[in-house]
């Protein structure tokens, strides 16, 4: 649904009253208490069933105990999960402002795919079997694809349809590759079957440290296009006639969001719906200012994906559902209600 939105969702023209940013200040407040809370979940709750004693044992007690490894790991988990999903919320958000279509995603621009099928091209051809290797080839295939979408989306000339369509269009071609690769390859099939599907299990300090400068990076340029941003969102002429700089807004835009979703696909594989529907639901309470867009964006992001995780412990032990088999299963629903919801108000 590559449409302009409404005149409604577009960015305000009045001053926002006093009470108003009180109540999103708060709400926001609010939604960084609930972010720890999940986070003190995520620790506290596994697969492995540990009592409450174990996991205070495991954060302050000795080394070296069977709780300690489970909590260790669980930290990791928890600390990935926190920093990919608020960049998966952040690249929604800024994605959304530049395609001006409230439902489009991370993935709309193809870099998901382009992570995808670097990774299987790595591990079919090239023989790369850690988890280290994957995080480059699939940092480099995304941030490939964004470059050649921007390209071929008309660069200088670019529009938010063009993008779109450039976008989708090489997702096609990649996510074909990608299948045929992994049919006629058993291998890179097995190998590559947790991966796909989104996943926090295979978290080390080795995988945060090499995408953390690249997550910090892209979250502080997101933040820095809220202003150019709400200028778009009100239409290309306007912006113009309030000095933004269209042109370089695009570029910056499509290089934060390439940073942010190509470094958390890397880490954890793609993840689906999060940069959708936490950015959608976050406009219906903040109003249409990405100043508070992408901060909500960025704490309740992590509380979807962590949420989803600890789901997936549960409900299957004592295996586990990857999280992107529970963003998705959350996220059909949803998303099915966000477009029956927006149909309904375009009528």
């Known amino acids: 649904m590559l449409v302009d939105s409404p005149p409604q969702e577009r960015a305000p023209s009045v001053p926002v009253s006093p009470s108003r940013r009180v109540a999103r200040a708060a709400g926001l407040l609010l939604s960084v208490l609930i972010l720890v809370a999940v986070v003190l979940a995520s620790i506290a709750i596994g697969a492995k069933q540990l009592s409450l ?29 926190v920093l990919a999903g608020a960049a998966l919320g952040l690249a929604g958000a800024v994605l959304q402002a530049l395609t001006r279509n409230p439902l489009a995603d991370p993935g709309l621009l193809g870099i998901n795919a382009g992570a995808s099928a670097a990774v299987v091209t790595a591990i079919t051809f090239l023989g790369v079997t850690s988890l ?12 490939g694809v964004g470059a050649l979408v921007w390209f071929l989306g008309g660069s200088r000339g670019a529009t938010p349809v063009r993008l779109a369509l450039a976008g989708t269009a ?9 299948q045929a690769v992994m049919i006629l390859d058993n291998a890179a099939l097995n190998k590559m079957r947790f991966w796909t599907v989104g996943s926090l299990t295979s978290a080390t300090d080795s995988t945060i440290r090499q995408v953390l400068p690249f997550l910090v990076a892209g979250m502080v340029l997101a933040l820095c296009l809220a202003r150019p941003l709400n200028a778009m ?32 696909t890397a880490a954890c594989g793609p993840i689906v719906f ?5 950015p959608h639901v976050v406009r219906s309470f903040t109003g249409p200012d990405l100043r508070w867009i992408l901060p909500y964006a960025a704490v309740l992001s ?46």
Do not use: K
């Open 53 to 81: 004693g174990e996991v205070w044992h495991g954060l302050f007690g000795s080394t070296g105990t069977y709780a300690d490894v489970v909590v260790d790991d669980r930290i990791s988990r928890t600390v990935l999960g």
């Open 132 to 143: 280290s290797g994957y995080v480059w080839f699939a940092f480099a295939g995304a941030a």
């Open 170 to 178: 090489i997702s096609a071609a990649l996510y074909g590759y990608l």
């Open 233 to 264: 969102e009100m239409g290309d002429d306007t912006a113009r006639a309030l000095g933004a700089r269209l042109n370089r807004t695009r570029v910056l835009s499509m290089l934060a969001a390439t940073v942010l979703c190509g470094a958390a």
């Open 274 to 278: 999060v940069g959708l529907m936490v």
């Open 302 to 347: 992590p509380v979807l994906l962590l949420g989803a995780d600890v789901i997936g412990r549960v409900v299957a032990r004592p295996s586990e559902l990857q999280v992107g088999i529970v963003t998705a299963i959350l996220g059909g629903p949803v998303f099915i209600f966000l477009v029956r919801r927006r149909r309904t108000a375009q009528l």
